[in-house]
Structure formats: C-alpha cells, structure tokens
C-alpha cells in the first residue's frame, strides 16, 4: 500500500467526502457486497458505524467520508468491473484509514460489521 501524508490523504479525503451520500453507500453494498468481499466490507462497515457515533471530530468524519465515497464512486483508478483487480483500489483507500483510525474503532463497532457481514453472506 502506498504511503501518503495526511495532507495528501486529508486532500483525498474531502475531495471524495464532498460525494458521499449514504443511499449511494447502501445501494453499492446490497448491489456488489458479494463481489467486493468480506475483509473489505467488513472494513467499510466499520468505516460506515464509525461515522454514525456523535462523539468523533468532524475531521475523522471527514476522511471517513471520503474513503465511503471513493468505495462507491464510478471513477476510480482502477475501473471495478475488472475481475480481480477492480476493487484493490477500493481497498486500498478504505484500508488506509481504517488503519489510521483504529483507535475510534471500538468492539460495538466491529460486532455491528460483522453481524452486518452476516446478514449480507447468509
């Protein structure tokens, strides 16, 4: 995974945010949950039950936001319908800031994605 500096994952970051929307969200999950795969929904939805608590600074909703956005955008660097390879960028970016904000994500968090995960694989 590439290193960035925050102020180039902070620039990312409130590019995407500004598209985030959360119907989007949920349509992609429902649409490509199966395709996009466990680790990296799972992420997401950590990502996602993150955003939702009141007590995170704006700043981390931020990031959080654009990393949603970009899971759910069209224009990506590598197009999501390429087998295989379509949502390694995805993750990439989702992945980079569930790393970096892994101290907010806390065990209500993470039991909320998996039983998530639960429902959408059966």
Known sequence: MANFSDEELTESMNKYANTYDDSKFWSIIRKYGKKIGGGLLTK????????????????????????LAYLVSPVD???????????TDDAAAVGL???QLSNYIDSDIVDMARKKIEEIFG
């Open 44 to 67: 997401a939805l950590q990502l996602y039950y993150l955003l939702q608590k009141g007590d995170v600074p704006n700043k981390i909703k931020l990031m959080i936001m654009g990393a």
């Open 77 to 87: 660097l590598i197009p999501d319908l390429i087998p295989l390879l379509g949502w």
């Open 97 to 99: 800031v569930v790393n």
